[in-house]
């Protein structure tokens, strides 16, 4: 069992950044995979990156080259670096964890989650 806290979000405006970090009880962090989904009103939720146990990263293609995933296993915690943000990422950002340090582009993999940031984006 592992519990989620995001943090970081709040109102930036257009081409400016933001660091959302998670921060996750328990003794086993380092062994589960990581994720980082988005959901706007109206709208899906939606991957938009993840990160394995050995810190191998994938992005969705609307965030490739702006955003940056990482994780820091001593302090169980892992980060969304946004850079260039737009009106469009828009969201609430959530974290997930996959149990057997599994990773993938769909929430189905993952079983655990935190309650969300909002992060907005001004023109």
């Known amino acids: 069992q592992v519990q989620l806290v995001e943090s970081g979000g709040g109102l930036v405006q257009a081409g400016e950044s933001l660091r959302l970090s998670c921060a996750a009880s328990g003794r086993t962090f380092s062994s589960y995979g990581m994720g980082w989904f988005r959901q706007a009103p109206g709208k899906e939720r939606e991957f938009v990156g993840s990160i394995t146990t050995g810190s191998g990263t994938a992005y969705a293609d609307s965030v490739k080259g702006r955003f940056t995933i990482s994780r820091d296993n001593d302090k169980n915690t892992v980060y969304l670096q946004m850079n260039s943000l737009k009106p469009e990422d828009t969201a609430v950002y959530y974290c997930?964890?996959?149990?057997?340090?599994?990773?993938?582009?769909?929430?189905?993999?993952?079983?655990?989650w935190g309650q969300g940031t909002q992060v907005t984006v001004s023109s």
């Open positions: 997930a964890a996959a149990r057997a340090g599994y990773t993938s582009n769909s929430h189905i993999t993952y079983s655990y």
